[in-house]
Every structure is written in C-alpha cells, then in structure tokens.
C-alpha cells in the first residue's frame, strides 16, 4: 500500500472518531468522497504536469482538514495549517520538507486566484474539478474562472496532439 492509501486510512479511522452530531458545514460523508476523489485527480494532474504524484495526492486528500476538525468553510484553509502538520508528523509517513510542502498548500488551496507551488496549483485544480463533477455550483467566481482554464487547456492540448498525429 502506497502512502496516499495509508493517509487516507489513517484520515478515515480519525474521522470515524469525530462527533457524529456536531454541527457541520459539509457532512463528514462528502468529506470522505471529497478526499478520496480529489486525491486521484491529483494524482492524475501531477502525472500530466511531471509533478510528484504521491506528494501532490496526499495534499489534495488532506486539503480540507481545516474543515474536517473544525466543521467549519469559513477559514478552513487556514485553519487547517497548524493542524494538518501535527496530523501528517503522527502518520509517520512524510519527512519534514514533505509536511511542509504539504501543508502549504492546505493553507493556500481557497487562494484561487494566487499561483503558488506546483503542488498547491495542482491541488487547488483537483478541488474545483471534483466539486465539479458532482454537481456542486461555484460560490466564487474564481473557482470557475479556474475550472474553464483548466478545461480550456485540455481541449487546446487534444487539438495540438490531434494537429500533431495527422501531420505525421
């Protein structure tokens, strides 16, 4: 099992220890799809973008912890930025340089109009296309305007690569 599958047990077995009834902002259930979700497109981005695929996944699966321990939207990316490294350092899975690459981009992934790492682009990508796929409506309109460039940038590759295989 890699390490994005040992997060994700890991975040699952501590979510399963939160308070059920406490007030929530978004259901622990869309949390769980939400982390697991965003995680493969990330992992799939990164592959596309020559990134790390396991770092950038295991940033995308913990991107809402903020969230996740306050149930709070409101400021969960921040939020969640001390936390998430004490959360990363207990599942003994990542060095130092990781957690704090990891972290990083939690703490910025609802900065969707700021360009950071590559990894935190990747995340915040993976975050709006997997809100995307599930229906859910852009509250902001820099999410979208981050969905249509990533969607814009697939159709403009295909073309090159279809111009490219006809040529030959």
Known sequence: MNRVAQLQCTLLDMMDMLDKDAPRDETLSW???????????????ALERGADPELCSAAAAVHDFGRIVTGLQENHAEAGYEPVQGFLRYSGLFNEDEIAAIATAVKNHSRKTETGSLIEEIVKDADVIDCYQYGLP???????????????????????????????
């Open 31 to 45: 949390e769980r799809l939400h982390m697991a979700s965003s995680a493969r497109i990330a992992w799939l981005l």
């Open 138 to 168: 852009f509250d902001r309109p820099e999410k979208e305007a981050r969905y249509k460039a990533w969607l814009a940038g697939r159709f403009q590759s295909s073309a090159v690569d279809n111009d490219s295989d006809q040529k030959q």
